[in-house]
């Protein structure tokens, strides 16, 4: 089982569904408990201190 975090105020993009996306850091991806879509997050391990 892993964690996952609850994303308020975003809407997914493919039903338009506010409040439904979910954010799982272990597996770097968002689904919409909705309708079903994914999309594969990148991670900065840096987080932009480089230039």
Request: charged share 20%; hydrophobic share 40%; glycine share 6%.
């Amino acid at each position: 089982m892993t964690l996952s975090h609850l994303l308020d105020g975003l809407r997914c993009a493919t039903c338009l569904t506010l409040n439904v996306l979910r954010l799982d850091p272990v597996r770097a991806l968002v689904e919409c408990t909705e309708c079903g879509q994914t999309a594969f997050i990148v991670i900065d391990p840096d987080e932009g201190r480089t230039a």
